[in-house]
């Protein structure tokens, strides 16, 4: 597969010259818990609805045993057991097949945390994975885990300069701890192409809920503001990509622990697309609570109230959603657009009223999650017509309004949907007469 790199101007990915936008999805446990056949139904189901990068992890716990029976312990004497890493050259063949790349994840970050990867044996560990994967195309290093970064710097350090050393131009990010982003703890270190953030699960209400996964104070809470993750690692000196690797899972309760809380829903799970992708973002990752765990029902109880089993999550509607963000960011030249509020005269508020802009030099795009009215500065793009339309992020259809020339300002009124959402996405482009 053909190699990802960084953009010019520091914001996106690239696929040698084309564009590349992230779509990624959250499959922790597919290296342990799928067989091959189950495995190939899943990557083909992502796969064909757009994704192109999926997440997953080569050691979630120890003993971390998959469907091979394989029993691992990194870093260890028996790191080399041939049966489990054939078996992930197998997933990474599917894979490669599908044009998918898996975002690998070395350990869990608890790993890390309690110190079973420590100083001592993480260059072994990371020795043997830049030998063993050194000519493969479709992966991309993902440390971290759920794992605040001052957690392991050292540790984590160390893995990345030995991956990087067996492939530098392979792209390593940091998968960080929850309302946390990797820029806190690394965005100065050579090693990290691109940041991810983990908006988390948590309502606006949620700050403090006396969890294990509560934030330090000094960590700035936005609530379900991912956008705001986004302005943060763009605020750095230098300029990086950045991506929600972890944003509420559809399907999961809303501040994770107790199910008797709402659960996050479809709608819930394309604001939080859009916010963050016209915020800027380089990408986007989805996730489902039954798919991260692949839960079955011979599992007895799942984690964190899932109600289905991940056979049926593949087929849930925020999944298929995604798809409509990422075919409209590839219609436009995306990597030389940005956000742009200041389009914005009217009608901007917070919370779930934000209405989010990204622009272009022949395009204008506004996620309005509440139907709300808006009103629109036009002014630099008063010199060309431009047509309107309604996309609904349900079902990616357009509907258009009308042809727009020399209006200065423009009202834009969306339509009430009688369903539980009414987010809606205008599209403005500029005609093109052949």
């Known amino acids: 597969m053909r190699k990802l790199h960084v953009s010019e101007n520091g914001k996106y990915l690239m696929q040698d010259k084309k564009p590349f936008f992230w779509l990624g999805d959250t499959a922790w446990l597919m290296l342990q818990k799928l067989s091959e056949e189950e495995m190939r139904t899943y990557l083909r189901n992502r796969a064909e609805k757009g994704y192109n990068v999926i997440q997953t992890v080569l050691v979630h716990t120890l003993p971390g045993v998959s469907e091979s029976g394989s029993s691992l312990a990194p870093g260890m004497k028996n790191v080399t057991d041939k049966a489990y ?12 097949e599908l044009g998918l790349y898996l975002g690998l994840l070395p350990s869990w970050g608890s790993l890390v945390k309690d110190g079973i990867l420590n100083q001592e044996n993480i260059a072994g560990y990371a020795e043997f994975l830049g030998k063993y994967f050194q000519g493969r195309s479709n992966i991309i290093w993902i440390l971290g885990g759920d794992v605040r970064g001052d957690a392991g710097m050292n540790v984590y350090s160390v893995e ?4 990087k050393r067996y492939n530098p131009e392979r792209l390593i990010t940091y998968h960080p701890f929850g309302r946390t982003s990797s820029s806190l703890w690394f965005h100065d270190e050579e090693w990290l192409d691109f940041n ?6 948590r309502r606006y209400d949620q700050a403090s809920m ?12 936005f609530g379900e503001d991912n956008w705001k993750y986004v302005e943060r690692d763009h605020g750095h000196g230098t300029m990086k990509p950045t991506l929600d690797a972890e944003p509420s899972y559809e399907g999961i309760p809303q501040g994770l622990h107790n199910p008797h809380n709402p659960y996050w829903e479809e709608w819930d799970v394309r604001r939080y697309a859009y916010w963050s992708v016209f915020a800027g973002a380089a990408g986007h990752t989805y996730g489902s609570n039954a798919i991260m765990q692949f839960y079955k029902e011979s599992d007895g109880k799942g984690a964190y109230g899932v109600r289905e089993s991940w056979q049926d999550a593949m087929h849930h509607p925020g999944a298929a959603q995604m798809q409509y963000l990422k075919a409209l960011m590839e219609s436009v030249d995306f990597v030389n ?6 389009l914005l005269l009217f009608g901007q508020k917070e919370r779930y009223h934000r209405i989010a802009v990204f622009a272009g030099e022949d395009y204008v795009l506004c996620y309005d999650y509440s ?7 036009l002014g630099r793009y008063m010199d060309r017509p431009m047509d309107a339309y309604w996309m609904n992020p349900q079902d990616g259809t357009y509907s258009y309004i009308t042809t727009l020339q020399g209006e200065r300002k423009w009202l834009a009124s969306p339509v009430a949907r009688k369903d539980k959402a009414n987010d809606w996405v205008l599209v403005l482009r500029a005609v093109c007469f052949q």
Do not use: Y
């Open 85 to 96: 890493w054939d078996f992930v050259d197998r997933a990474l063949d599917m894979a490669e």
């Open 160 to 163: 990345a300069e030995i991956l």
């Open 196 to 201: 991810m953030f983990q908006s988390g699960h």
């Open 210 to 221: 006396g969890e294990w996964d509560d934030n330090a104070e000094k960590e700035t809470f």
């Open 337 to 342: 657009g940005k956000p742009d509020d200041a």
């Open 371 to 377: 139907g709300d009215q808006f009103l629109l500065d």
